[in-house]
C-alpha cells in the first residue's frame, strides 16, 4: 500500500510556473513507478509525466515536453512536477499516481494502483 497526497496547485498567469509536489507515505516509492496525470473538465485522464524503470529516465506528453519536468526526492520519499510557461490548455486537476515498476512506462490510467486526491491548476489568460 502507498498513499499519496499532491499540493501546489493554484491560479496562476500563462507563462508562469507552479510545482507540484506529491509525497508517498507506506512502502517506499523506489518499489513503484510514479507518474503525474492530469484531468481537464470531461472524462480524459491523460498521462503528463513518468519516470520509467528505476526512475532515472523520464517519459512526457508530447504537448509538455520542454516545459515540465519530473523529479524525486528519494529521501523524502517524494515526486514533484515542475510546469513552467504554463498555458490556458494545461488547466486541469493533476494526479499523482503510482505502479508496480515496469520498464515501459504505461500510459493508461488503469495501470497505476494508486492515486492522489488531485490538484487543481488553473492558467489565466
Known amino acids: 500500500q502507498v498513499q499519496l497526497v499532491e499540493s501546489g496547485g493554484g491560479l496562476v498567469q500563462a507563462g508562469g510556473p507552479l510545482r507540484l509536489s506529491c509525497p508517498a507515505s507506506g512502502r517506499t516509492f523506489s518499489s513503484y513507478n510514479m507518474g503525474w496525470f492530469r484531468q481537464a473538465p470531461g472524462p480524459v485522464r491523460e498521462l503528463a509525466a513518468a519516470?520509467?524503470?528505476?526512475?532515472?529516465?523520464?517519459w512526457y506528453a508530447d504537448s509538455v515536453k520542454g516545459r515540465f519536468t519530473i523529479s524525486s526526492d528519494n529521501a523524502k520519499n517524494t515526486v514533484y512536477l515542475q510546469m513552467n510557461s504554463l498555458k490556458p490548455e494545461d488547466t486541469a486537476v493533476y494526479y499523482c499516481a503510482a505502479r508496480p515498476k515496469s520498464f515501459a512506462v504505461v500510459v493508461t490510467p488503469g495501470g497505476y494502483d494508486y492515486w492522489g486526491q488531485g490538484t487543481q491548476v488553473t492558467v489565466s489568460s
Open positions: 519516470f520509467r524503470w528505476r526512475g532515472v529516465n523520464t
